[in-house]
């Protein structure tokens, strides 16, 4: 065996053999900046020298040798404006080493850093903020999207069986019905469907009447309002505090994903019909009043006011 090979063997028994040094990225980091500040100042250093030497041979040259003896600026020998000149660049390599690396180094690139990603971190989380959550689209595929004005309220009159009409006309007169109805509805938009509209013999007085209809160039009286959708006829209707829908069938069914309030007049009767208000769902809405009524001599069947409102 050579000497060589047992010294070594000798060394790693006895645990002397020498390890290489570790060294992590953030002291590396540290001993790289040390080196670049070091060469920083020596190039400094050297830049003051040479300013002196250069100041010395400019003079020399001018007031010894004569060179440019008579060349002048504002009366001043002309190697008084070289050396500030020169004087002027030196400060500068001394600002940029003492002054900005202090201010402007490294952790001051750092803090900028931070401060640009805290802001960005802002805005995102505003942008977020702004975004409809899960929950916020569901309730408005509930609502249709948008709830385009407030105290929507579904007014109309029902049988058990959810009957409202027939051959476009109601199948019941019940007196207080329609005086409740005048009474609620008074100067406030009205909103129906076409077939509606035309079982009116006219426009019902202090009333703005939206008609909805697909029908193109269709004619109503002066004062009634044409619109293709029942968001449109919400949005013609917004600046009424509590505009009223009143039929027929669809238009019901459309608008329970929009009204806040529902008044309802139970008929306690069984009636046959082609057109049928829609089952109102309870884990929706929550009836909050009823006034039960008997049948008279104005009113031909036993009826309930009720009230719903909006959960």
């Known amino acids: 065996m050579k000497i060589s090979n047992f010294t070594t063997i000798i060394k790693t028994m006895l645990g ?18 040390a080196q670049k500040r070091i060469k920083q ?17 400019f003079i020399i040259l001018n007031l010894v040798l ?21 004087l002027f660049l030196l400060l500068y390599h001394t600002f940029n080493v003492f002054i900005t690396h202090k201010f ?6 750092q803090i900028q850093l931070e401060k640009l990603v805290s802001k960005q971190k802002k805005r995102i989380e505003e942008l977020k903020n702004s975004l409809p959550t899960l929950e916020d689209t569901n309730h408005s595929e509930d609502k249709k999207k948008t709830k385009l004005t ?19 006309q109601l199948i019941w007169h019940l007196s207080d019905d ?28 202090n009333r ?19 619109v293709n959708t029942l968001e449109d006829a919400l949005d013609v209707s917004k600046q009424d505090n509590k505009p009223f829908i009143i039929g027929g069938g669809e238009i019901y069914k459309q608008a329970l ?9 139970k008929v306690h009767k069984h009636f046959e019909a082609d057109t049928f208000f829609p089952k109102i769902d309870r884990t929706v809405w929550k009836e909050i009043a009823q006034i039960h009524h008997e049948k008279d001599d104005k009113n031909e069947y036993d009826y309930t006011f009720i009230t719903y409102k909006r959960k």
């Open 104 to 109: 402007m180094g490294k952790d001051w690139e």
């Open 66 to 86: 004569g060179f440019g003896k008579d060349f002048k600026i504002f009366d001043t020998n002309w190697f008084v404006f070289a050396i500030l000149a020169w």
């Open 208 to 226: 703005t009447h939206v008609v909805i209809t697909r029908q193109a160039n269709y004619m109503v009286p002066k004062g009634v309002i044409v």
């Open 16 to 33: 002397t053999k020498k390890s290489n040094p570790q060294i992590d990225k953030e002291q590396l980091e540290l001993i790289q900046n």
């Open 41 to 57: 100042k020596k190039r400094l250093y050297i830049h003051f020298v040479i300013f002196l030497i250069g100041s010395v041979f």
């Open 150 to 168: 407030t105290n929507i309220t579904i007014i109309g009159a029902v049988a058990e069986n959810d009957a409202i009409g027939k051959d476009n």
């Open 257 to 265: 994903s929009f009204a806040d309030t529902i008044e309802l007049t």
């Open 178 to 205: 329609l005086k409740r109805f005048k009474t609620l509805t008074n100067g406030h938009h009205i909103i129906m469907g076409r077939k509606t509209f035309e079982s009116f013999p006219k426009p019902l007085p």
